[in-house]
C-alpha cells in the first residue's frame, strides 16, 4: 500500500471553485493509476475521476465532465482535482485512492480496484 493525504476541501457557493490535492508517499509499489471518489449522505461511493500516472489518460463521470479537471504533478507525487462551477450536489466526502495497476476506461471507476486510499476531505456546496 501507499499512504494518500487529501486537503483543500472547505466550502463553497454554486458556481465556485476548489482544488482538492492528494499527496501519494513511497509505499510498496508505484502507482499507476489515481482515483478520486465521493460519496454523499446515504449515498454509495461515486467515481469522479481517474487518471493514468504513466500515460496522462484522465476519466470523468458524466455528472462533472466539463466542471472537473484531474491531474498529476509525478515530481511532486501529488494529483489534483480541480473543481469550477460547483452545484449543491457537489457536496459530498472526497477520497482519492490510487492502485499499481492502470486505469482504464472500463475500471477507473471501480473503487474495488484501488488497494490503497485517503481519509477524505469534506466538499460542502451551499
Known amino acids: 500500500h501507499v499512504q494518500l493525504v487529501e486537503s483543500g476541501g472547505g466550502s463553497a457557493q454554486p458556481g465556485g471553485s476548489l482544488r482538492l490535492s492528494c499527496a501519494v508517499s513511497?509505499?510498496?509499489?508505484?502507482?499507476?493509476?489515481i482515483g478520486w471518489f465521493r460519496q454523499g449522505s446515504g449515498n454509495a461511493r461515486e467515481g469522479v475521476a481517474g487518471i493514468s500516472t504513466g500515460g496522462g489518460s484522465t476519466y470523468y463521470a458524466d455528472s462533472v465532465k466539463g466542471r472537473f479537471t484531474i491531474s498529476g504533478d509525478n515530481a511532486e507525487n501529488t494529483a489534483y482535482l480541480q473543481m469550477d462551477r460547483l452545484q449543491p450536489e457537489d457536496t459530498a466526502m472526497y477520497h482519492c485512492?490510487?492502485?499499481?495497476?492502470?486505469?482504464?476506461?472500463?475500471?477507473?471507476?471501480?473503487?474495488?480496484?484501488?488497494?490503497?486510499w485517503g481519509q477524505g476531505t469534506q466538499v460542502t456546496v451551499s
Open positions: 513511497r509505499g510498496h509499489y508505484s502507482v499507476n493509476c
Open positions: 485512492a490510487a492502485d499499481r495497476l492502470a486505469c482504464l476506461r472500463d475500471n477507473w471507476a471501480e473503487p474495488r480496484g484501488y488497494s490503497s
